[in-house]
């Protein structure tokens, strides 16, 4: 069974991700880097898409990516204007 993405709309997981990941000093490759070193099947390019909205994440992917950078899911999921 395929995991279910999660879309992007008026919630901009992708730009709160890129946040936060600026906030805690990681570059694109080395939160690439991390997830694949956790078993996320995640590339730098498919973590840019992510961010910019134009691919859907999973929910496998956004956990990673809370544990990784130590944050919410709200803080993940908050709306931004």
């Known amino acids: 069974m395929q995991e279910q993405k999660i879309k992007q709309d008026k919630i901009r997981i992708g730009a709160n991700i890129r946040r936060i990941r600026k906030e805690a000093g990681l570059g ?29 994440i999973s929910a496998s992917q956004l956990r990673a990516i809370r544990d990784i950078l130590q944050t919410s899911y709200e803080e993940l999921l908050k709306e931004t204007p």
Request: no cysteine; net charge negative; proline share 0%.
């Open 28 to 56: 694109q490759t080395e939160l690439a880097n991390r997830l694949q070193l956790d078993g996320v099947d995640m590339t730098r390019e498919t973590l840019v898409k992510i961010e910019r909205g134009i691919q859907h």
